[in-house]
């Protein structure tokens, strides 16, 4: 998807640390690319509709993302959003162990924008990146 950072390698490191290697985006945080550039509030949710469509594609795929914040959603020099860090993402399948595989343990998160069922430790869905939205578009219109 335009608006998601592409992902060029992925695997472990000789002492077996897994890591992933994403596309660079050079931009600036949505939370400060609004305030540097002094958004209207309708620039403001023109942008986030961006956001919305990247976290969309990922949900239609079944990835939840689980820790979107400003700093992990990018936007370019043109005003093009990158969403960034699926590091701690889980993708949603009917196995047995669905609940296990979506669970968060706490420090694998952000506190400041993690969903209740996160920050409890139940099973996170899609409605929990959803809950993420709220708190991030709430920052951006409020200030």
Do not use: W
């Not at 608006?3 to 002492?15: P, Q, T, Y």
């Not at 919305?52 to 370019?76: E, G, M, Q, W, Y």
């Not at 400041?112 to 709430?138: C, F, H, N, R, W």
Request: aromatic share 8%; charged share 20%.
């Amino acid at each position: 998807h335009q608006n998601i950072a592409r992902l060029l390698d992925g695997g472990r490191s000789e002492e077996g640390t897994p890591f992933f290697a994403m596309e660079f985006v050079k931009g600036r945080s949505i939370d400060e690319f609004c305030e540097e550039r002094n958004l209207t509030f309708n620039q403001r949710l023109r942008l986030f509709l961006q956001v919305c469509a990247a976290v969309s594609f990922a949900h239609s795929r079944l990835v939840v993302h689980r820790d979107l914040k400003p700093s992990n959603i990018l936007v370019t020099s043109d005003g093009t959003i990158k969403l960034l860090d699926f590091g701690i993402a889980k993708i949603l399948s009917d196995e047995e162990n669905l609940q296990n595989q979506t669970v968060t343990q706490l420090g694998m998160m952000t506190p400041k924008y993690a969903s209740p069922e996160q920050i409890s430790g139940q099973m996170v869905s899609t409605s929990s990146d959803i809950y993420s939205l709220g708190l991030i578009l709430y920052e951006l219109l409020t200030g």
